[in-house]
């Protein structure tokens, strides 16, 4: 099950359809959960909220699965958050990477968590659970999500206060020198536990069913009329809350037909 550090390390070439980066650096949030950034090639094109394939060569072969940029389009360096899987095939072994390894950045990016697939809209709700927050840190850092929406609320819920990663980052942003004025004032961000005590220990879908989440902004209920919806967690987050959405007239939208909202798993259950 294990590829030694030394496999990793001493990748050189990129398979075909890959890049091949170094990891700068790595951050261990808790024993369930950690961060990269590697080096990012200058060919790599993508879009705030999208995916792509990352992974690493495990026995001569790529091991890649579907992640989510944590870092801005306009960023030199990409950064990733991941999952530990105990028996997943690339987490068991990808949570042991460290500075100068090797690892696979596919080609292409892609995803439905774009602006594009959104009409444009007064508030965009940013719905994740877990390391669904991943797509939703590039899009909140950067600059042309603030053109197209007013106000951008992200509503990130987790089991436990050490699983809020980012926290400082997202509420050091209104004072961030390059993003700053971007975003104050218009960045709004509710985290919220739900196995230990927090300001906040309720799920995504009280707070909207309660209307909880529109009321502590002095914002009108929630309606398809004004606000847009970003989804990415759980496959029962996702389809609870879109279910809510679509109680209140809220139309899934796609590349060519958007709409009001829009969602991506932000795993697979198998
Ligand atoms: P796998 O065999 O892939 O998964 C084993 C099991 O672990 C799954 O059945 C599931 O129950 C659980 N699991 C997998 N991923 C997660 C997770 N993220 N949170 C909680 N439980 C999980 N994962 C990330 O960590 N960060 C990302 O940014 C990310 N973006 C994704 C974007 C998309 C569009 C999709 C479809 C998945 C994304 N994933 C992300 C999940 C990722 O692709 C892998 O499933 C994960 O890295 C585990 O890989 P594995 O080979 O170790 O285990």
């Given at each position: 099950?294990?590829?030694?550090?030394?496999?990793?390390?001493?990748?050189?070439?990129?398979?075909?359809?890959?890049?091949?980066?170094?990891?700068?650096?790595?951050?261990?949030?808790?024993?369930?959960?950690?961060?990269?950034?590697?080096?990012?090639?200058?060919?790599?094109?993508?879009?705030?909220?999208?995916?792509?394939?990352?992974?690493?060569?495990?026995?001569?072969?790529?091991?890649?699965?579907?992640?989510?940029?944590?870092?801005?389009?306009?960023?030199?360096?990409?950064?990733?958050?991941?999952?530990?899987?105990?028996?997943?095939?690339?987490?068991?072994?990808?949570?042991?990477?460290?500075?100068?390894?090797?690892?696979?950045?596919?080609?292409?990016?892609?995803?439905?968590?774009?602006?594009?697939?959104?009409?444009?809209?007064?508030?965009?709700?940013?719905?994740a659970?877990?390391?669904g927050?991943?797509?939703?840190?590039?899009?909140?850092?950067?600059?042309e999500t603030?053109?197209?929406?007013?106000?951008?609320?992200?509503?990130?819920?987790?089991?436990?206060?050490?699983?809020?990663?980012?926290?400082?980052?997202?509420?050091?942003?209104?004072?961030?020198?390059?993003?700053?004025?971007?975003?104050?004032?218009?960045?709004?961000?509710?985290?919220?536990?739900?196995?230990?005590?927090?300001?906040?220990?309720?799920?995504?879908?009280?707070?909207?069913?309660?209307?909880?989440?529109?009321?502590?902004?002095?914002l009108?209920?929630?309606?398809?009329?004004?606000?847009?919806?970003?989804?990415?967690g759980?496959?029962?987050?996702?389809?609870?809350?879109?279910?809510?959405?679509?109680?209140?007239?809220?139309?899934?939208?796609?590349?060519?037909?958007?709409?009001?909202?829009?969602?991506?798993?932000?795993?697979v259950?198998k």
């Amino acid at each position: 099950m294990s590829t030694s550090a030394s496999e990793i390390a001493a990748t050189v070439t990129a398979p075909p359809g890959f890049f091949l980066e170094r990891v700068l650096t790595v951050h261990h949030w808790t024993d369930r959960l950690f961060s990269f950034t590697c080096t990012r090639d200058a060919h790599f094109r993508f879009g705030a909220g999208q995916f792509a394939m990352i992974g690493l060569v495990v026995d001569g072969k790529p091991l890649v699965r579907a992640y989510s940029m944590v870092s801005p389009p306009w960023e030199e360096q990409l950064e990733f958050l991941s999952i530990k899987v105990q028996h997943g095939p690339l987490t068991s072994r990808l949570q042991h990477i460290r500075p100068g390894d090797g690892v696979l950045i596919g080609r292409k990016a892609t995803g439905t968590l774009v602006p594009d697939n959104l009409i444009p809209g007064g508030v965009l709700w940013l719905f994740a659970t877990g390391t669904g927050l991943a797509p939703f840190m590039s899009l909140i850092r950067d600059p042309e999500t603030y053109d197209r929406f007013e106000r951008v609320v992200l509503v990130h819920t987790v089991r436990e206060v050490a699983e809020l990663a980012y926290r400082e980052t997202i509420e050091g942003l209104p004072g961030h020198e390059l993003l700053g004025e971007v975003v104050a004032g218009k960045l709004t961000y509710w985290p919220s536990v739900t196995r230990e005590p927090f300001a906040t220990t309720d799920r995504i879908t009280t707070l909207i069913q309660s209307g909880r989440l529109t009321d502590r902004f002095g914002l009108p209920p929630l309606s398809p009329e004004r606000d847009r919806a970003m989804l990415c967690g759980s496959e029962s987050m996702n389809s609870d809350v879109r279910s809510l959405l679509e109680q209140r007239g809220f139309v899934e939208g796609s590349n060519s037909n958007p709409g009001s909202y829009v969602v991506e798993k932000a795993f697979v259950t198998k």
